[in-house]
């Protein structure tokens, strides 16, 4: 195996176990059940558009695969701010359930 494997594989295990904590984490870290519930949902939509995004990545070809750049760097940003600001909304809000 050459450096690049390795750098590969190791990036990639870092980079899902990063993501499974932050998710983890993000989950356990909100008071209300409705808050915990939007937070399962919109952990669940964030890993399947990464996920289609990354598969995008690798299958279309180099001059092309760049533009997938355009919309994820400007829709992450704003899902991120979406989610904080609905997440507040949902913490001050009393848990009827």
Same mark, same amino acid.
């Given at each position: 195996?050459?450096?690049? $494997?390795? +750098? *590969?594989?190791?990036?990639?295990?870092? +980079?899902?176990? +990063? +993501?499974?904590?932050? $998710?983890?984490?993000?989950?356990?870290?909100?008071? $209300?059940?409705?808050?915990?519930?939007?937070?399962?949902?919109?952990?669940?939509?964030?890993?399947?558009?990464?996920?289609?995004?990354?598969?995008? %990545?690798?299958?279309?070809?180099?001059? =092309?695969?760049?533009?997938?750049?355009?919309?994820?760097?400007?829709? %992450?940003?704003?899902?991120?701010?979406?989610?904080? $600001? =609905?997440? *507040?909304? %949902?913490? /001050? /809000?009393?848990?009827?359930?």
């Amino acid at each position: 195996m050459d450096g690049g $494997t390795i +750098g *590969a594989i190791t990036g990639t295990i870092i +980079g899902i176990g +990063g +993501g499974i904590i932050g $998710t983890y984490c993000s989950i356990v870290n909100t008071s $209300t059940v409705a808050a915990r519930r939007f937070m399962i949902r919109m952990s669940i939509y964030c890993w399947l558009v990464i996920i289609i995004f990354l598969v995008l %990545l690798s299958q279309i070809s180099s001059p =092309h695969r760049y533009w997938l750049w355009v919309p994820y760097g400007i829709g %992450l940003p704003l899902f991120i701010r979406y989610v904080n $600001t =609905h997440l *507040a909304q %949902l913490e /001050k /809000k009393p848990d009827n359930t």
